[in-house]
């Protein structure tokens, strides 16, 4: 599994630099990344010595091409949108209350400031309501104005490639919990089992 948002030091979102430390250049994303990929092929090789390729899958959460002020390299990227998809559905309470505390206790101010951000694609009464309750300590209230959102933007960008029903597998866990990964493994095993229809 390669952290591309740990790399990058972003979320991902207008929220994703706030409490991180300071993106790396582009240059210094590109060279973190080559490293993880490295250790990657260093530690799972094919039997034959000149090939030094991962015998399974790389794991990578689904980003945009852009991870705040870094990009995904572009054949990386067009490998990602080409490769299969494991979606973890998860009830929409159970993400909010798995938000809630890790972005709640970040600076209020940067959080008005990027709801400021997207304000126009969040729709400007959208962005208001979730702006008061974010000053009047509704934090769950006004964070479930912002998942919504999100959603509806992972959707739309989630059916904007080609082959979508070919590659995509959805994964049904009832909570935000480690024990997904496992769920998920389980499932992609399962899946490389069945042959192709």
């Not at 769950?140 to 919504?148: A, P, Q, R």
């Not at 509806?152 to 597998?169: D, I, M, P, T, V």
Request: hydrophobic content about 40%; aromatic content about 8%; glycine content about 6%.
């Amino acid at each position: 599994m390669i952290d591309l948002e740990g790399i990058a030091h972003h979320k991902g979102s207008a929220f994703g630099a706030i409490g991180l430390p300071p993106q790396p250049t582009q240059e210094m994303f590109e060279n973190l990344l080559s490293t993880e990929l490295s250790a990657i092929n260093t530690q799972e090789v094919l039997p034959t010595p000149d090939s030094r390729l991962p015998t399974g899958p790389i794991w990578l959460e689904d980003e945009s091409q852009r991870i705040g002020l870094v990009n995904i390299p572009g054949d990386l990227w067009k490998n990602m949108r080409r490769s299969k998809i494991w979606f973890l559905d998860i009830p929409f309470e159970e993400r909010l209350k798995h938000i809630v505390p890790e972005y709640g206790v970040l600076d209020q101010e940067k959080l008005i400031a990027a709801i400021e951000r997207i304000s126009q694609k969040l729709g400007n009464l959208n962005a208001k309501t979730a702006i008061l309750l974010l000053k009047e300590g509704k934090i769950t209230e006004s964070f479930e104005i912002l998942l919504k959102y999100y959603d509806k933007f992972y959707f739309r960008s989630l059916h904007n490639r080609e082959g979508l029903q070919a590659l995509l597998h959805t994964v049904n866990c009832k909570s935000v919990s480690t024990e997904n990964a496992d769920i998920l493994l389980r499932e992609a095993a399962a899946a490389s089992q069945t042959p192709l229809a």
